[in-house]
């Protein structure tokens, strides 16, 4: 007779209530979960069916004791408020879903203890694999996940050594696109806005605008670095400000900011004391985030292809868990200027 839990019991249904209820052994109830293709369909539906009648859900927990490991990767990124990350985590999510796996999502804020939080809970999770843009790529916590046996692909970040696959972009090329767009209309003036200086991008960023300001032979002076406690909208508006206040003689024409969300600060700024984008102040921000197209003025900025570089990563990451013999890489994808109206116009 088959065994149903009761109606209001808290109990939910086994594997052995399905076997009694289907009127199979527990090998085949088995067979269904993890290797249906050893079952007749008539077997296999109607184990189905009894799952599905008595609301069976499957303990992931359990059989993860058995295996060593969930049907699961994770993706640490460093910022759930930029827009740039949440479009990177969704070309993880595409990658795992195609290959029958969910995605956990954990969020540092760019700070390390929190960090080391989500990679401690996430190996008690047993996930697959994680994906990490991590606060320092130095970390020697990332170099124990791998002692430890969980695969790692660093994401938005390099490392020196072949120890780990990593996929980044070229942000000093970045850098250098956005200051030579900004030279080649005109502006002889240029403001980098970007920090804080522990961040890797920012510094390569930087880099890249001072290499192409030298190259073009214009007085280092000119270049004015405004340093920025985060990379956030708040910290643009207040980094317009600080411009507004430089004097007249000595004011940037144009600014290139470390990333879309200084660009958007700066750019509300702007417009909200008066002046003109891009007649005032030209502006170029850095990812091409959706909202930098669809700003009051839209908005110049070095795309990197954000979607591919979370894909990319997965495969990597997915290869390491599934290959014996993956061997690692280091993946560097090309940015490209993107221009837009808060550049293209005529110097006031």
């Known amino acids: 007779m088959a065994i149903t839990p009761a109606a209001g019991s808290s109990r939910s249904a086994s594997v052995k209530d399905v076997a009694a209820t289907a009127g199979v052994s527990l090998g085949t109830v088995s067979n269904v979960l993890n290797r249906p293709e050893r079952v007749s369909r008539t077997t296999r539906e109607r184990v189905e069916r009894a799952m599905a009648d008595l ?22 990124m460093l910022d759930a408020g930029n827009p740039f990350f949440t479009d990177v985590a969704r070309g993880i999510e595409l ?3 195609t290959a029958g796996l969910s995605l956990f999502l954990c969020n540092s804020d760019g700070r390390s203890a929190r960090e080391g939080a989500h990679l401690a809970h996430l190996q008690q999770q047993r996930v697959q694999g994680i994906l990490i843009t991590p606060v320092d790529p130095d970390d020697p916590q990332i170099d124990q996940l791998i002692e430890r046996g969980t695969p790692v692909v660093i ?9 780990f696959c990593s996929v980044a972009v070229d942000d000093v090329l970045g850098g250098r696109l956005a200051v030579e767009h900004l030279i080649d209309v005109g502006h002889k003036r240029v403001a980098y806005v970007g920090g804080p200086e522990s961040i890797g991008q920012v ?3 930087g880099e890249g605008a001072r290499q192409a300001w030298a190259e073009a032979g214009l007085p280092p002076e000119d270049l004015v670095t405004l340093s920025c406690e985060a990379p956030t909208v708040a910290c643009g508006r207040a980094a317009g400000e600080r411009l507004v206040g430089l004097p007249a003689r000595r004011r940037p024409t144009a600014a290139f900011c470390a990333n879309d969300l200084l660009a958007l600060g700066l750019l509300q700024q702007t417009i909200s004391s008066g002046r003109t984008v891009p007649g005032d102040l030209a502006i170029v921000g850095y990812d091409d985030i959706e909202f930098a197209a669809a700003a009051a003025v839209p908005l110049t900025s070095v795309r990197q292809p954000r979607h591919d570089l979370g894909r990319r990563a997965a495969e990597l990451l997915l290869d390491e868990v599934g290959e014996p013999g993956h061997q690692h890489e280091q993946v560097v994808f090309t940015p490209e200027l993107v221009a837009r109206a808060s550049t293209l116009g005529r110097l006031s």
């Open 155 to 163: 994401v938005d970040r390099t490392r020196a050594g072949s120890s």
């Open 203 to 205: 510094r390569d960023r």
């Open 95 to 97: 990658a795992a879903e």
């Open 55 to 76: 609301g069976f859900v499957r303990n992931e927990s359990a059989r993860s004791l058995r295996t060593g490991s969930t049907h699961s990767l994770a993706y640490v």
